[in-house]
């Protein structure tokens, strides 16, 4: 196949210098070895925004396809898991493959290899049985399995060997090819003020404590209101003291959010707390937001504890 993206014990950054241009519009068929680490592979595209199915009968790719296709489909990405578990189905893969080629619906094939000594220590340390060794040995079941997938790995647009991989190194493999090298963003982050006379939000990933700046609690015409009326917003940060740590602490935010969406987090809980929850926790959590909200990160905020008195 012409322009044929191989990867050969790939490993963590083995990537650079090499450039990949893949379609964001996507519709992958993957495949591979019983053990190489589909399932990861899996959760990383779905992670990635892709509409995974796994172990869909091949006869039935043509008219999944079809339906992907469709002018008012909202389906752009796709990823199809097929394997050998499908048995005697497995042996349609190809007929619908040159169909999805006769109807010129792009797709692409991933196949994921790994070695032979490898598998069977990940057979050894899960006690799983491979699928075609239900009456033989595992080494036996791996060379079949091998000798049916060949056919397969001939034609890939990408073959990743998984050989020296964790999961992680998996995961990252897969964004840097189908996100075009992006690391991919799939993060959403929950901006929480409380009140720590309430206790601390138990899933807070990060705590910060503002009980130290002004408290507009103290301020009679104030002390009803909350952070979202701009009177308390301007008692709050009219200190050099609330400017400084607000700057601080979006800087701090800024290197941080990054780093977790280079880890693969899918959900960031910032809590922000003073008092009672009302006045300066509620003023510091909108200022947050907003300025995420510009960066176009998906935010969501929550005051959990300003209505209460």
Do not use: W
């Not at 680490?37 to 396809?65: H, Q, T, W």
């Amino acid at each position: 196949m012409e322009d044929k993206i191989v990867i050969r014990g790939a490993k963590e950054n083995n990537l650079k210098n090499v450039d990949l241009v893949i379609p964001r519009n996507k519709f992958i068929v993957f495949t591979g070895l019983s053990g190489s680490g589909k399932s990861e592979a899996m959760r990383s595209l779905e992670d990635m925004g892709f509409y995974c199915v796994d172990n869909l009968p091949p006869a039935l790719i043509p008219k999944f396809a079809e339906l992907c296709y469709q002018s008012n489909s909202t389906i752009d990405k796709v990823a199809l898991g097929i394997d050998v578990r499908g048995r005697k189905f497995f042996k349609a893969l190809h007929e619908s493959l040159n169909v999805l080629r006769k109807d010129k619906y792009p797709f692409e094939i991933l196949y994921l290899d790994c070695s032979d000594d490898i598998l069977l220590k990940r057979y050894k340390m899960t006690r799983r049985n491979h699928p075609l060794a239900i009456n033989r040995q595992i080494p036996e079941g791996i060379k079949i399995e091998r000798t049916i997938l060949e056919p397969l790995k001939e034609i890939a647009d990408c073959i990743i060997d998984t050989s020296n991989m964790k999961p992680k190194d998996l995961k990252e493999e897969i964004s840097k090819i189908y996100a075009n090298g992006e690391v991919n963003n799939n993060l959403t982050i929950s901006v929480v003020s409380f009140g720590f006379k309430h206790g601390i939000p138990s899933d807070s990933d990060l705590v910060f404590d503002v009980r130290f700046l002004p408290n507009p609690y103290y301020v009679e015409e104030l002390r009803n209101k909350t952070g979202d009326d701009q009177e308390v917003r301007d008692y709050v940060m009219d200190s050099e003291i609330s400017h400084q740590f607000y700057d601080k602490l979006l800087d701090m935010i800024n290197f941080l959010v990054p780093q977790y969406i280079k880890e693969g987090k899918h959900h960031l809980v910032i809590s922000i707390g003073c008092t009672g929850g009302r006045h300066r926790s509620v003023t510091i959590c909108n200022l947050i937001s907003d300025e995420l909200m510009k960066q176009d990160y998906r935010v969501v905020k929550k005051h959990r504890d300003s209505m209460i008195r």
